[in-house]
């Protein structure tokens, strides 16, 4: 993996980066923000471990930028104990995880595991079909960039003919799919739902098999 340490203490720095390197990990450490934005610009990364006071500005509003520029790398910030505060905003600003200072090297170790895992597990739960992107895992839909809120019929609707990807789902599969047992349907409930869809997502995103059933526009 190729990882990128923002760190401004060598003492903390050179031995990180050393260990993961043992574990055959590619480390590049830089002191500054500056030059760890010149080197995100050039490189993808696996994982960025980030300091939040660096000598050149605060790694929160690096992490911000960066979240911004919708680089996905997995981040885990690297701070000290007694700010609580700046770990909580470093989440809500998408970290996806932190070590306290002083750290155990191996604990470090553990965590890039854990977050590259869990972004890779992810990304496979991420469609992608045009300017849509569906995330299987919870349950969110967003069109270049911008959220879209789906009722759970309507999510129900596009998870099914999107799991049977060029599949003809007929009207019966997918009302039995939304509907729980013995859920009153009326007659043209799904039509609704899926005029809906069709009205947030892009009119042509679910073709219509008259008489057979539905699929998703390839
Ligand atoms: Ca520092």
Redesign the pocket.
């Known amino acids: 993996m190729r990882i990128l340490l923002i ?3 060598a003492a903390l720095a050179r031995p990180l980066a050393e260990h993961l390197e043992a574990d055959l990990h590619i480390v590049e450490w830089f002191a500054t923000l500056d030059e760890a934005d010149s080197a995100i610009r050039a490189l993808e990364y696996d994982v960025v471990l980030l ?1 939040l ?2 000598p050149d500005g605060d790694g929160l509003s690096f992490l911000s930028r960066i979240r911004d520029r919708n680089i996905r790398t997995p981040i885990i910030i690297l701070t000290a104990r007694d700010k609580v505060s700046d770990r909580i905003d470093g989440l809500n600003r998408g970290a996806d995880d932190y070590v306290i200072k002083p750290f155990d090297l191996d604990e470090v170790k553990a965590r890039i595991h854990t977050v590259c895992r869990r972004s890779a597990d992810q990304l496979t739960q991420t469609i992608l079909i045009r300017d849509l992107c569906v995330c299987l895992s919870d349950h969110s839909v967003s069109r270049a960039g911008q959220p879209i809120r789906l009722t759970a019929k309507e999510w129900g609707v596009l998870e099914v003919l999107l799991r049977r990807k060029s599949k003809i789902v007929p009207k019966e599969s997918l009302e039995a799919a939304i509907y729980a047992y013995g859920e009153e349907v009326e007659s043209n409930a799904l039509e609704a739902h899926i005029s809906r869809l069709r009205s947030k997502l892009g009119k042509d995103l679910i073709v219509t098999h008259r008489g057979m059933g539905y699929t998703l526009q390839p």
Do not use: H, R, V
Request: proline share 0%; hydrophobic share 15%; charged share 65%.
């Open positions: 760190e401004d203490e300091d006071q660096l």
